[in-house]
T-cell receptor
Framework: KAGVTQTPRYLIKTRGQQVTLSCSPI?????VSWYQQTPGQGLQFLFE???????NKGNFPGRFSGRQFSNSRSEMNVSTLELGDSALYLC????????????FGDGTRLSIL | EDQVTQSPEALRLQEGESSSLNCSYT??????LFWYRQDPGKGPEFLFT???AGEEKEKERLKATLTKKESFLHITAPKPEDSATYLC??????????????FGTGTLLAVQP
């Protein structure tokens, strides 16, 4: 069974640009969550989608947004990039609305110049 | 405020030298506590889920335990391949359904041959 797939793996952007990251969950999983990982803050929750609906959102500015499609694939978008947005962005999927474990992809490494 | 604290930040062991990692948490109603392992350049890999105080889970050289305030990850006779960052996360009971995880900052474990 294929795991969580994130594309692209690496991305370099400049300040002010916008970026879209993609996540394909494990087949059959309807819940997708996004996290930002930095050396100083660790993993911080961005938002969560279940059956195309955003259920929860972390404490990030409105420049960070996301969506989920009917096939459960998800995208997150960051507009007006800032140097501080440089991070590893991780996507995790779960089968349903339960306390079963989330399974993570290997992330997209975003570097802002 | 929900919070997860891991200690120590870093741990260096000799091969075969057993030790324990600590995860203390403050959460308004625990739905589950999760341990993950993260290798450099990879996403977190799921290890264990613990749901209630007194529960224990075991896998190869790893054993996770849970009390009402903390969890321990015991590593018995570690090998160099156990070197990684170990992350602890909790899922809290919020008003609505959510899969949000709150992570600690991790323990970087290095096992020397």
């Amino acid at each position: 069974k294929a795991g969580v797939t994130q594309t692209p793996r690496y991305l370099i952007k400049t300040r002010g640009q916008q970026v879209t990251l993609s996540c394909s969950p494990i087949s059959g999983h309807r819940s997708v969550s996004w996290y930002q990982q930095t050396p100083g803050q660790g993993l911080q929750f961005l938002f969560e989608y279940f059956s195309e609906t955003q259920r929860n959102k972390g404490n990030f500015p409105g420049r960070f947004s996301g969506r989920q499609f009917s096939n459960s694939r998800s995208e997150m978008n960051v507009s007006t990039l800032e140097l501080g947005d440089s991070a590893l962005y991780l996507c995790a999927s779960r089968a349903d609305n339960s306390n079963q474990p989330q399974h993570f992809g290997d992330g997209t490494r975003l570097s802002i110049l | 405020e929900d919070q997860v604290t891991q200690s120590p930040e870093a741990l260096r062991l000799q091969e075969g030298e057993s030790s324990s990692l600590n995860c203390s948490y403050t959460v308004s109603g625990l739905r589950g506590l999760f341990w993950y392992r993260q290798d450099p350049g990879k996403g977190p890999e799921f290890l264990f889920t613990l749901y209630s105080a007194g529960e224990e889970k075991e896998k190869e050289r790893l054993k996770a335990t849970l009390t009402k305030k903390e969890s321990f990850l015991h590593i018995t006779a570690p090998k160099p391949e156990d070197s990684a960052t170990y992350l602890c996360a909790v899922q809290a009971r919020y008003g609505g359904a959510t899969n949000k995880l709150i992570f600690g900052t991790g323990t970087l474990l290095a096992v020397q041959p």
